[in-house]
């Protein structure tokens, strides 16, 4: 559940203080219809059908041929409508404060490939359906766009007049009716924390402790929830009779940013995170870069941090937010039934699982600024863009001393955080950080420091592809250490990547995932089996589109 994006919506929030609507997309496989309070939902058939017509997107994936069983098709719709409502969102300056030219949106390519990162198709291939995205964005070359159904491939001129048009705001995601509703209810004295439909909405941390005194509570048939997208990974513990909501909590969902660090309450969507730590130092700008790649869009923007973490301590969920959180030094706030504790995060993750009366907080990243601090994380997973759990996942940060320029540069402190390769939760390679501190980076070095590993990574018995995953957390280390080294190993030979220079200014390394999708087209076309071969839009796309 909530791995494919085929049943994606659009929620959309109104707070009636500051009078704004925030909108997300969502797995609904995984949305509790009683976390959906006061909340709008817009379908597939919400934004166009049959009886009002078809919204642009719809008809776009449909004159791509990028729709063929149509099973993921109202979920890829959503995604891109999503997007779309995000970046032309008034007030937003992804692609500059300019309007976009008539006709395109204020995404860009690279956002417009990154909508559907979730959505998996199993039958038409995401060439076409990429081309549907990026019609969208104001910097596409629409002649790079494959064969579709609105110009002649070749001879016509690939024009944004030829393509059902777009313009923004065209949807009312947030109707009125319930913009009043709410604003009605405004000055009502909030109902104690309910609990008459199973579902319990408590304010404070006081009241949440009031319901675990409560002589009701019993922690197999009732179930704490930010959002349930826990639920997708463990199915079948997935019996409730009462729901405690925690969203509500103030104290839960803190971001406070201070010279010292970051602090991000335990219920902070990933999402909200990633936006958080992307307008940092480079390590926190390092760590969103990761946390975009676990999930999906769709469920990040639900999926909380501290839900991630708790799997991760009580469940052996192999979490990537843990190992890239563990290596940046990061300490936690629990709520236990008696007191309130400060813990690093592999002291937290070492203790035995917790109870279900255990609350984590809140969790601080520490600033390590930028002098002398070295960050890299890593993951393999059998999807790079995410929504998929990673065979290996990495973090290593280290503090060096020295110049690096004169060829002597010394690991005064590292930590080495390795995860989900078959353990009960991530681990630091303390042998490892042991032996390289106070050394400088060598041949001899790397290589004690790659033996000392292969008898650190242990995958515990049954673990697919075992030795796989100790090869991976063995380049993850030799690439860091490389890299920290690179001035006094001279490679034997220098390798240029897919023919590029060898000694130019890549350092040897392709940054894959930065590079654009082409998904250009070369056709020849011909006549002899008329009309086998012409571009005609299928028949019920746009219905298989709509829902």
């Known amino acids: 559940a909530g791995g494919c994006g085929a049943c994606v919506v659009l929620i959309s929030k109104y707070d009636p203080a500051t009078d704004e609507v925030t909108e997300f997309s969502a797995s609904s496989c995984l949305t509790l219809v009683g976390s959906l309070n006061h909340c709008s939902v817009t379908t597939s058939e919400g934004i166009g059908n049959t009886r009002d017509g078809y919204h642009p997107v719809q008809q776009r994936l449909a004159g791509f041929h990028a729709s063929q069983c149509g099973f993921c098709t109202p979920g890829m719709c959503m995604s891109i409508f999503s997007s779309l409502v995000k970046a032309d969102k008034p007030g937003t300056t992804t692609a500059g404060d300019h309007a976009p030219p008539p006709g395109f949106s204020k995404l860009t390519c ?46 016509d001129r690939a024009d944004v007049g030829k393509l059902p048009e777009y313009s923004s705001g065209s949807v009312c995601t947030f109707p009125e009716f319930l913009k009043s509703e709410i604003k009605g209810q405004m000055n009502d004295v909030p109902a104690a924390i309910a609990g008459e439909d199973g579902w319990y909405h408590p304010r404070s941390i006081q009241e949440l402790h009031s319901l675990f005194d409560s002589n009701w509570f019993d922690e197999n048939s009732v179930k704490i929830v930010a959002s349930n997208t826990g639920a997708g990974v463990y199915k079948d513990q997935d019996l409730y009779d009462k729901y405690i909501d925690i969203k509500g909590i103030a104290e839960l969902s803190v971001i406070d940013r201070n010279s010292k660090g970051l602090e991000i309450g335990a219920a902070v969507s990933i999402s909200k995170a990633i936006e958080v730590f992307s307008d940092g130092t480079p390590v926190f700008r390092k760590i969103a870069s990761h946390l975009s790649k676990v999930a999906s869009p769709f469920v990040r923007n639900t999926a909380t941090v501290g839900g991630n973490v708790i799997m991760a301590q009580r469940l052996q969920f192999p979490s990537d937010i ?173 390798i240029a990547p897919n023919g590029s220079c060898a000694n130019g200014s890549m350092n040897g390394q392709v940054a894959s995932e930065d590079l654009q999708i082409r998904s250009r087209q070369e056709l020849v076309f011909n006549d002899e089996y008329k009309p086998v071969g012409k571009p005609i839009t299928k028949s019920g796309a746009e219905l298989q589109a709509s829902g």
């Not at 979730?118 to 494959?146: H, M, W």
């Not at 520490?366 to 759990?389: H, L, M, Q, Y």
């Not at 290996?392 to 540069?409: I, P």
């Not at 070095?445 to 991976?472: C, F, N, Q, W």
């Open 110 to 155: 690279a956002e417009a490939e990154h909508a559907v990162s979730g959505n998996l198709c199993r039958c038409t291939g995401y060439r076409p359906i990429l081309d549907a995205c990026k019609s969208f964005a104001a910097d596409v070359d629409l002649e790079d766009l494959g064969l579709n159904s609105f110009w002649k491939k070749g001879t």
């Open 322 to 494: 843990a190992t890239v959180l563990l290596a940046a030094g990061s300490t936690v706030t629990i709520q236990t039934a008696s007191k309130m504790l400060c813990l690093t995060l592999d002291e937290f993750l070492e203790q035995p699982p917790c109870d279900a009366k255990t609350i984590l907080l809140s969790i601080f990243v520490p600033d390590w600024g930028s002098d002398n601090v070295i960050f890299e994380t890593s993951r393999v997973a059998p999807r790079p863009f995410g929504n998929a759990v990673s065979y290996v996942n990495s973090a290593f940060l280290a503090r060096t001393s020295g110049d690096g320029a004169s060829g002597e540069l010394i690991i005064e402190d590292i930590c080495l955080a390795f995860g989900a390769y078959g353990v009960d939760h991530t681990t630091r390679a303390r042998k490892v950080e042991e032996f390289l501190k106070g050394q400088s980076v060598s041949a001899p070095v790397i290589l004690e420091a790659v033996r000392l590993l292969k008898d650190t990574i242990m995958p515990s018995e049954g673990t697919t592809h075992p030795e796989y995953r100790v090869s991976l957390a063995v380049s993850f280390l030799f690439s860091f250490l490389s890299s920290l080294g690179n001035n006094q190993i001279e490679p034997a030979k220098a």
